[in-house]
């Protein structure tokens, strides 16, 4: 059974900084691709961006690119979302997802169980 346990989440000011960790362990395989997605209250799951296993593929919204960075660390089996220039809309759960590819939550194989990123006006 694969996990994936996400940490960093928290409370930072608009125009602030956080770094996202989702450590995998388990039954997860170094060459699965790997994603974070987001949903704010009352709206679908959102794709945020994406790494391929060996981290030198990437895919990102628009609403997040050229702010976020997604990036992995194989032998640390973790994956980091850094965020910058944060916004109230960027508010929601961050969830990381393995096994899959593309923007939708149904590719992915695995989820977490998602930390909170609350980003105040």
């Known amino acids: 059974q694969a996990q994936l346990v996400e940490s960093g989440g928290g409370l930072v000011q608009a125009g602030g900084s956080l770094r996202l960790s989702c450590a995998a362990s388990?039954?997860?395989?170094?060459?699965?691709?790997m994603a974070w997605f987001r949903q704010a209250p009352g709206k679908e799951r959102q794709f945020v961006a994406a790494?391929?296993?060996?981290?030198?593929?990437?895919l990102y919204s628009d609403s997040v690119k050229g702010r976020f960075t997604i990036s992995r660390d194989n032998a640390k089996n973790t994956v980091y979302l850094q965020m910058s220039s944060l916004k109230p809309e960027d508010t929601g759960v961050y969830y990381c997802?393995?096994?899959?590819w593309g923007i939708g939550s149904s590719a992915y194989d695995y989820w977490g169980q998602g930390t909170q990123v609350t980003v105040s006006s």
């Open positions: 790494v391929s296993w060996s981290g030198t593929g990437t």
């Open positions: 388990g039954r997860t395989s170094r060459t699965d691709n």
């Open positions: 997802a393995g096994g899959g």
